[in-house]
């Protein structure tokens, strides 16, 4: 009786101890896809020549990512997770105003036509 019941503990030991690192390495994982987004969207951004809050956006998402990275490299996953959101967040804004500028430049040119 005493073998099964140390049996028993062992296996659940086992299965609950390997969860947490388990949990971790997904949201490691997870905050390295959310990094790689951020930065794909900030590289796409460079190739633009972002001007006024546009660039301002860019500059704010590029250090967001930076932030992003070092957690990930402190093993801090959800803070790394938080980070990564906020770049990718930025950088979308940095594409929007792009794209506001622009229709703006466009319709300036077509009133004064």
């Known amino acids: 009786?005493?073998?099964?019941?140390?049996?028993?503990?062992?296996?659940?030991?086992?299965?609950?101890?390997?969860?947490?690192?388990?949990a971790i390495a997904v949201s490691e994982t997870r905050a390295r896809a959310i990094v790689a987004e951020a930065k794909g969207k900030i590289e796409a951004n460079d190739k633009l020549g972002l001007t006024g809050s546009a660039a301002?956006?860019?500059t704010?998402?590029?250090?967001?990512?930076?932030?992003?990275?070092?957690?990930?490299?402190?093993?801090?996953?959800h803070r790394a997770m938080h980070e990564a959101d906020s770049a990718d967040a930025l950088a979308g804004l940095a594409q929007a105003?792009?794209?506001?500028?622009?229709?703006?430049?466009?319709?300036?040119?077509?009133?004064a036509h």
């Open 1 to 22: 009786m005493r073998k099964k019941m140390a049996a028993a503990l062992l296996a659940a030991s086992v299965i609950y101890g390997s969860l947490p690192s388990a």
């Open 56 to 58: 301002d956006a860019q």
């Open 60 to 77: 704010r998402a590029r250090d967001a990512l930076a932030r992003a990275e070092k957690a990930i490299r402190d093993d801090k996953e």
């Open 97 to 111: 105003s792009a794209e506001l500028n622009r229709l703006n430049a466009e319709r300036d040119q077509l009133a």
